[in-house]
């Protein structure tokens, strides 16, 4: 399974901003796409995920109600978009995928496979 984030960039706050996961390889070994961010200096933090069948989704606090994720399984295609940004927002995002499990995952030890990172910077 690969996966490869595209999307970042340079915003202002309060900007939009919409990343791309796209997925290739077995996936019909996966059951779940996440969103993780890493800032400079901090650990690595679950953002949103989302089944990859059925779509249920789960958000952290920092961004409910600003992010949305979601997918189109016919183009093995996970989106996250992220409205009203902010600079606490700034980080490289990374998606990831993990195979079966009882829950969504929502660590990072949780999840099996990962793309490389796409930086956003939000900018005051």
């Known amino acids: 399974v690969q996966l490869q984030a595209s999307g970042g960039g340079l915003v202002q706050a309060g900007e939009s901003l919409r990343l791309s996961c796209t997925v290739s390889g077995r996936t019909s070994r996966l059951s779940a796409v996440g969103w993780f961010r890493q800032a400079t200096g901090k650990q690595r933090e679950f953002v949103a995920g989302?089944?990859?069948?059925?779509?249920?989704?789960s958000y952290a606090d920092s961004v409910k109600d600003r992010f949305t994720i979601s997918r189109d399984n016919g183009e093995n295609t996970v989106y996250l978009q992220m409205n009203s940004l902010k600079e606490d927002d700034t980080a490289v995002y990374y998606c990831a995928a993990h195979g079966p499990r009882l829950r969504l995952g929502v660590r990072v030890g949780e999840y099996d496979y990962w793309g490389q990172g796409t930086q956003v910077t939000v900018s005051s």
């Open positions: 989302i089944t990859w069948v059925g779509g249920r989704t």
